[in-house]
Each structure stands twice: as structure tokens, then as C-alpha cells.
T-cell receptor, first 115, second 114 residues
């Protein structure tokens, strides 16, 4: 079974600064997908960014980018120019390419943004 | 499309009562998932359906939990009888079967069993 670990229960960042959230995973599969979801206080789960394991290039979505290290099984999220609206819980998630479309989530990191 | 729609948003019930949570997936999606979120266990998969057929219910905690998907546009998660430890946020999500597509989540149902 796959496991996803987020070792930082809480992080804080100054507005306009950059922060990196860590995620590691354990799998024996060669093909899979990785996701970062954001959960603001409204509870809604919002996809931030996704990465296909077969792609070497790191995914980027505006201020959000990932550092995907397949050999190290690491998938960190970098948020540049942090904004107050970035404050939320962030969940890293794994999805196998072989067995259904279900997600395995990490425990989450609460990000606080200081004005 | 309005997205994944869950009802109710909040439910407070007494221990021993039956609780039914409802979900309408995004039209055309052929996967439907039920997740539970608690402080202690985080987000965990309870059950998922593919083309209305339950594929994996190994995450369903006990026989008190059951889920159905009678058609492509509706699913229910039932707890009978409910217990205080069932208090959690229950999410429904749906997706296409295409591998590189994302899952879309509903806004969740916060269940409190007193």
C-alpha cells in the first residue's frame, strides 16, 4: 500500500515571501500521479497542482510550483509571492496509474500567512 | 456544471439514529468516491464506485456503514446506528476514468453525533 507523509504540521510565511511545503511518499509502482490540494476554512478541496510521474519537468501553475524528485520519492510545493488568501490546509495526494482513481492523502500542513 | 453537490452541509443527530448523506456527482464522471476527514485519521477513503458499481469498500469502518449508487447521478452513504465516533466531515468526489484527470470534491457534510 502507498503512504504519503507530510512532516510539517504547520508552516508560516510572511506575505510576499516564498514558502515550501514538504511531501514524501512510498510506493513500489513506476507510474502514478501526485497532487497538491488546498483546503481553506470553507472546507472545499481545491486542486492546486498535479504532476505525472513519467514527466521529468516540474509542474508549474502561476505562483505554485513543485519540486518532484522521483528517486527520492519527494514532491514539495513552493508558493511564491505568498498572499493572505493562500492561508489554508494543504494536502499532498498520491494516485496510482494502475488501480482505480482513488487518492491517498498525507496528513496535511496548515499554512499561515502573516501580513 | 454546478460541481459535486452534497447534502446536507451540516447534520447533527443523536446517537443511535440513522443518518443518510447524499451526493450528486458531476455529470459524465464515472468514478465516485466517499472520503471521511477527522483530526485523528486525516482524509481516508471509505468506498468508491466505477460506473455505479462498488469497487472497493475496504475503507468502510464497520457494518453500520453502507453506500449505494442507484444511478450515475446519485449516491448515498448511510450510517445506522450512528455513534459519536462517526462525527467527521464526509466528502464525496467524482472524476473521469481518464488517468490524468483530477477528482472534484463536494463541499462536504459535517456530521456531529451527540
Amino acid at each position: 500500500a502507498q503512504t504519503v507523509t507530510q512532516s510539517q504540521p504547520e508552516m508560516s510565511v510572511q506575505e510576499a515571501e516564498t514558502v515550501t511545503l514538504s511531501c514524501t511518499y512510498d510506493t513500489s509502482e513506476s507510474d502514478y500521479y501526485l497532487f497538491w490540494y488546498k483546503q481553506p476554512p470553507s472546507r472545499q478541496m481545491i486542486l492546486v497542482i498535479r504532476q505525472e510521474a513519467y514527466k521529468q519537468q516540474n509542474a508549474t501553475e502561476n505562483r505554485f510550483s513543485v519540486n518532484f524528485q522521483k528517486a527520492a520519492k519527494s514532491f514539495s510545493l513552493k508558493i511564491s509571492d505568498s498572499q493572505l488568501g493562500d492561508a489554508a490546509m494543504y494536502f499532498c495526494a498520491y494516485r496510482s496509474a494502475f488501480a482505480g482513481n482513488m487518492l491517498t492523502f498525507g496528513g496535511g500542513t496548515r499554512l499561515m500567512v502573516k501580513p | 456544471d454546478a460541481g459535486v453537490i452534497q447534502s446536507p452541509r451540516h447534520e447533527v443527530t443523536e446517537m443511535g439514529q440513522e443518518v443518510t448523506l447524499r451526493c450528486k456527482p458531476i455529470s459524465g464522471h464515472d468514478y465516485l468516491f466517499w472520503y471521511r476527514q477527522t483530526m485523528m485519521r486525516g482524509l481516508e477513503l471509505l468506498i468508491y464506485f466505477n460506473n455505479n458499481v462498488p469497487i472497493d469498500d475496504s475503507g468502510m469502518p464497520e457494518d453500520r456503514f453502507s453506500a449505494k449508487m442507484p444511478n450515475a447521478s446519485f449516491s448515498t452513504l448511510k450510517i445506522q446506528p450512528s455513534e459519536p465516533r462517526d462525527s467527521a466531515v464526509y466528502f464525496c468526489a467524482s472524476s473521469f476514468s481518464t488517468k490524468n484527470t483530477e477528482a472534484f470534491f463536494g463541499q462536504g457534510t459535517r456530521l456531529t453525533v451527540v
